[in-house]
T-cell receptor
């Protein structure tokens, strides 16, 4: 019962920016947007999260629309090691539950 | 990342065996979690511990028995498992149980024969 919608797959070129979209049209005011990724057969890796404002860290940038109904994860310079399944998760404040959906399988090609 | 470690990384066991999975976190966190990831299925939360106390058991069969002796260690004891229990078992930890980022270990790949 994931509250997000992501494209099932996307390709991107090595060295280019990868823009991963996520729709969360029913998001509530106290819900955060989290992004994780999972490289094949490994544990999920935390990438970034945000509430209203755009966020940036050493891995990625998160752009949240003003109405908060969608967001985009940006990997600024994709490398082959960024090939993974990327999960966009909406999480209620003060709730530990992470509901992982199917995610987007991102393939970075040389 | 080595903040959350899990052993063994791979395990093959028969249905009559008893085995244990171990998780250790080196992040000073107070909450720990067990997740199960079956093939082509989303992650499923199994158990949650906060300050060594179990706060969530997500209708997990009794053949899975968790143990949390302290905030840094979490075990999952397995006995009389079924082949459908074959999956990737993931441990995670967070500073606290609510609205805190969870950090995952590499997982234990379990095969039940």
């Amino acid at each position: 019962d994931a509250k997000t919608t992501q494209p099932p797959s996307m390709d991107c070129a090595e060295g280019r920016a990868a823009n991963l979209p996520c729709n969360h049209s029913t998001i509530s005011g106290n819900e955060y947007v989290y992004w994780y990724r999972q490289i094949h057969s490994q544990g999920p890796q935390y990438i970034i999260h945000g509430l209203k404002n755009n966020e940036t860290n050493e891995m990625a940038s998160l752009i949240i629309t003003e109405d908060r109904k969608s967001s985009t994860l940006i990997l600024p310079h994709a490398t082959l090691r960024d090939t993974a399944v990327y999960y966009c998760i909406v999480r209620v404040a003060n709730d530990y539950k992470l509901s992982f959906g199917a995610g987007t399988t991102v393939t970075v090609r040389a | 990342e080595t903040g959350v470690t899990q052993t063994p990384r791979h395990l093959v066991m028969g249905m009559t065996n008893k085995k244990s999975l171990k998780c250790e976190q080196h992040l000073g966190h107070n909450a720990m979690y067990w997740y199960k990831q079956s093939a082509k299925k989303p992650l499923e939360l199994m158990f949650v511990y906060n300050f060594k106390e179990q706060t969530e058991n997500n209708s997990v069969p009794s053949r899975f028995s968790p143990e949390c002796p302290n905030s840094s260690h979490l075990f999952l004891h397995l006995h009389t498992l079924q082949p459908e229990d074959s999956a990737l078992y993931l441990c995670a930890s967070s500073p606290g149980p609510t609205q805190e980022t969870q950090y995952f270990g590499p997982g234990t790949r379990l095969l039940v024969l």
